[in-house]
């Protein structure tokens, strides 16, 4: 088997991963105080061979823990979902269950960090261990995919899994990086109720960026009343 054949297969997504034992730990406390919630590495969700792949940074307590699906249950689903629902890329502009009817279409979503973190901030040496993770899944879609970081952590994610140097591509909302042999990597703000509420990041703001990154990727889009 080639070895980036070789290096896909070994760093495919695992349900059981315990590489970081602050995480493992810290889930196994959830499923104690909450048996009923996913608190488990959660997997991406989507079109399996998107030509968009939206990364973000990590499940959230109640939202991707609890429910198994990312950024689903969580204030930061309903911009991202209702987003791309208005934009055509989505039968549903809302997602409530990881077993609702709501399909992607050319799209798909992970997280740079698959595990719920503490206080929903990773250490630096939790996104390392993570990151070969998300090198499979950029692997998987080849370098004619685009990328949407939601968010510095998961801009340097993506740098690193594709060995940039992080000082050599600058985050920026709206910012277009086409990285050496692929994928395109557009940024933007991370649709997180802080910055929704202080309007660092606006609806309409984050429409034009998914849109944006959809096109670059090929993708028809629907227009949007504002």
């Given at each position: 088997m080639?070895?980036?054949?070789?290096?896909?297969?070994?760093?495919?997504?695992?349900?059981?991963?315990r590489r970081c034992p602050r995480l493992a730990d810290f889930l196994a406390e959830v499923r104690e105080r909450h048996p009923d919630y996913h608190a488990a590495p959660v997997p991406a969700f989507g079109d399996p061979e998107a030509r968009l792949l939206i990364?973000?940074?990590?499940?959230?307590?109640?939202?991707?823990?609890?429910?198994?699906?990312p950024f689903t249950g969580d204030y930061a689903g309903i911009l991202l979902y209702k987003t791309l629902h208005d934009?055509?890329?989505?039968?549903?502009?809302?997602?409530?269950?990881?077993?609702?009817?709501?399909?992607?279409?050319?799209?798909?979503?992970?997280?740079?960090?698959?595990?719920?973190?503490?206080?929903?901030?990773p250490l630096g040496a939790e996104v390392r261990n993570c990151n070969s993770y998300l090198s499979s899944e950029l692997l998987h879609h080849g370098p004619d995919a685009v990328v949407l970081a939601l968010g510095r952590i998961a801009h340097d994610a993506?740098?690193?899994?594709?060995?940039?140097?992080?000082?050599?591509?600058?985050?920026?909302?709206?910012?277009?990086?086409?990285?050496?042999?692929?994928?395109v990597l557009v940024d933007s703000y991370h649709c997180s109720r802080y910055n929704t509420q202080t309007r660092?990041?606006?609806?309409?703001?984050?429409?034009?960026?998914?849109?944006?990154?959809?096109?670059?990727?090929?993708?028809?889009?629907?227009?949007?009343d504002q």
């Open positions: 080639p070895s980036a054949a070789r290096h896909h297969e070994d760093c495919r997504f695992h349900p059981d991963c990364v973000g940074l990590a499940p959230g307590m109640h939202g991707a823990n609890r429910t198994g699906r934009l055509g890329l989505a039968n549903r502009p809302e997602s409530i269950a990881s077993d609702d009817p709501l399909r992607l279409r050319g799209c798909r979503i992970t997280n740079a960090v698959k595990c719920l973190p503490p206080a929903n901030k993506v740098l690193r899994a594709r060995g940039e140097r992080l000082s050599a591509w600058r985050f920026g909302h709206g910012a277009t990086h086409r990285l050496p042999e692929g994928p660092r990041l606006t609806a309409a703001m984050f429409v034009d960026v998914v849109r944006q990154a959809a096109d670059l990727a090929g993708l028809a889009t629907r227009g949007h």
